[in-house]
C-alpha cells in the first residue's frame, strides 16, 4: 500500500492511470491518481454490493488532509449502503435491473403492477425518511 499521506512519497509514485489507495476503514478509500502534472483525489466506498467513486480535486488544491475530510463528507450521504438522496423510485429501478440482470422474465409484471398501485408522489419520497403510514398508503 502507498503511503499518499506524505508529499515526498506521492512525488515518487509512478504515473498510472489507477489511482494508489489507502483504505481509511473497512469499505471506505481515499486513493491519489498520478499524473504527469502532479495528481488528483479520489474517494471511494463500496456498500451493498457496489462501488462508488468520486472525484475530489487536484493536490495542488488539496493537501492530503483535506482531501481526506471531502471523501468523509462524501462518505456520510450514504447511511446503511444507501445514498440519503435515494428515493423510492431509484430502489424500483435498482431492483427492476437486478432482476432483470438475473434473466427474471417476471420483472415486467412486478413492473406492470407497480405502475398501477405507485402514485407519483410516492416515488418521490426518499427512502431514508420513508414512513409505515406512506407504506400503508
Known amino acids: 500500500m502507498a503511503r ?3 508529499i515526498g512519497r506521492r512525488e515518487r509514485l509512478p504515473v498510472r492511470p489507477a489511482p494508489y489507495w489507502r483504505t481509511i476503514r473497512r469499505g471506505h478509500a481515499l486513493g491519489f491518481r498520478r499524473t504527469r502534472f502532479g495528481g488528483t483525489w479520489v474517494a471511494r466506498i463500496f456498500v451493498n454490493g ?4 468520486k472525484a475530489l480535486g487536484e493536490e495542488r488544491e488539496l493537501t492530503y488532509e483535506e482531501a481526506l475530510a471531502l471523501a468523509e463528507q462524501w462518505w456520510k450521504t450514504f447511511a446503511d449502503g444507501v445514498p440519503r438522496d435515494y428515493d423510492v ?5 435498482d431492483y427492476a435491473h437486478t432482476k432483470a440482470a438475473d434473466g427474471s422474465q417476471t420483472v415486467w409484471q412486478d413492473l406492470d403492477s407497480i405502475n398501477k398501485h405507485v402514485t407519483g408522489e ?3 419520497l ?4 420513508l414512513k409505515t403510514a406512506d407504506l400503508e398508503r
Open 89 to 93: 423510485l431509484d430502489a424500483l429501478e
Open 50 to 53: 457496489k462501488l462508488s467513486h
Open 122 to 124: 410516492f416515488l418521490a
Open 126 to 129: 426518499k427512502l431514508g425518511e
Open 4 to 6: 499518499i499521506d506524505l
